[in-house]
């Protein structure tokens, strides 16, 4: 079973410019789960969708957006990229309510 | 406010040695979850293992064991036995309970990264 997908593996910006990382859950799990791992700041959640809504969102500035699609993958995007957007984000994926997540290899955006 | 703390930002071990790597939390959650991930070097986090606030087992698998401790709020990780695959960092997390509006908003310790040197 293929496990959590996320691509591009690295993304390389300048600064103003925008971003847009995609992910592929489980088959099978609704809910994607979206967290920054930027250096020295651990991980940060970003975002969950769930059937398709946005369900919950976590202290980060507006033009970090995204969306659920009807097959369940999902994109981030990052408008406005600033210097401090530099991290690993990475994308989890889960079934149902419950609490265990499954995360991909994560996407090493850089902005120049 | 919940909170995760991992003391140990790096642990350095000879193989065949056993590492326990701390975790303590706060939440004023009566109800709530507390998890261990693994990080190798590829970036993948891999789950290892959920606990209950009301399951204060400890439990075992394999080399690893999980020490939680609600009267201290920690829930430590032991290595036995440490092998070089065990590299990686270590991240202990938090979540509220179910029903609450947040509980899939994981708060996350920055993480030990463990080196395991042969």
């Known amino acids: 079973e293929a496990g959590v997908t996320q691509s591009p593996t690295h993304l390389i910006k300048t600064r103003g410019q925008q971003a847009t990382l995609r992910c592929s859950p489980i088959?099978?799990?609704?809910?994607v789960y979206w967290y920054q791992q930027a250096l020295g700041l651990g991980l940060q959640f970003l975002l969950w969708?769930?059937?398709?809504?946005?369900?919950n969102r976590g202290n980060f500035p507006p033009r970090f957006s995204g969306r659920q699609f009807p097959n369940y993958s999902s994109e981030l995007n990052v408008n406005a990229l600033e210097l401090e957007d530099s991290a690993l984000y990475l994308c989890?994926?889960?079934?149902?309510?419950?609490?265990?997540?499954?995360f991909g290899s994560g996407t090493q955006l850089s902005v120049l | 406010a919940q909170k995760v703390t991992q003391a140990q930002t790096e642990i350095s071990v000879v193989e065949k040695e056993d590492v326990t790597l701390d975790c303590v939390y706060e939440?004023?959650?009566?109800?709530?979850?507390l998890f261990w991930y693994k990080q190798p070097p590829s970036g993948e986090l891999v789950f290892l293992i959920r606990?209950?606030?009301?399951d204060e087992q400890n439990e075992i698998s394999g080399r690893y064991s999980w020490n939680f401790q609600k009267s201290t709020s920690s829930f430590n990780f032991t290595i036995t036995a440490s092998q070089v695959v065990d590299s990686a960092v270590y991240f202990c997390?938090?979540?509220?309970?179910?029903?609450?509006?947040?509980?899939?908003?994981?708060?996350w310790g920055l993480g030990t990264s463990l080196a395991v040197n042969p």
């Open positions: 989890a994926s889960s079934l149902g309510r419950l609490e265990e997540l499954f």
């Open positions: 088959s099978g799990h609704t809910s």
């Open positions: 969708y769930d059937e398709g809504e946005e369900r």
């Open positions: 939440t004023r959650d009566t109800t709530y979850y």
């Open positions: 606990r209950n606030s009301f």
């Open positions: 997390a938090l979540s509220g309970g179910l029903g609450a509006g947040n509980n899939r908003k994981l708060i």
